[in-house]
């Protein structure tokens, strides 16, 4: 079992940047894939990122590559979204979960793939 709580949302300005954060609960933490999910109002949930359980490998959503930046610290067993360049079109309710899964590539943007859920935080972005 694995209990997830975001942190780090809030209210920004397009240009500006955000860190997200994921404090998870459980043993089995360190070596979960961990991906971030968003959802806009009226839209379905989208991928995001993804990190595998060592931080070796990431995955990103070709809308947030070059911008968005995943990692983790099995040590403090967290997981962050750095938000950089954000756009107006970025503002939603950022998720993270997490999968037993140790697959690569497009399967981690499919949230089936996911076994547990945080509550989510809100990112708002002006223009």
């Known amino acids: 079992q694995v209990q997830l709580v975001e942190s780090g949302g809030g209210s920004v300005q397009a240009g500006g940047s955000l860190r997200l954060s994921c404090a998870a609960s459980?043993?089995?933490?360190?070596?979960?894939?961990m991906g971030w999910f968003r959802q806009a109002p009226g839209k379905e949930r989208e991928f995001v990122a993804a990190?595998?359980?060592?931080?070796?490998?990431?995955y990103y959503a070709d809308s947030v590559k070059g911008r968005f930046t995943i990692s983790r610290d099995n040590a403090k067993n967290t997981v962050y979204l750095q938000l950089n360049s954000l756009k107006p079109e970025d503002t939603a309710v950022y998720y993270c979960?997490?999968?037993?899964?140790?697959?690569?590539?497009?399967?981690?943007?499919?949230?089936?793939?996911?076994?547990?859920w945080g509550q989510g935080t809100q990112v708002t972005v002006s223009s």
């Open positions: 990190i595998s359980w060592s931080g070796a490998y990431t």
């Open positions: 979960a997490a999968a037993k899964t140790t697959a690569r590539g497009p399967v981690l943007a499919n949230s089936k793939v996911y076994d547990y």
């Open positions: 459980g043993r089995t933490f360190s070596s979960s894939t």
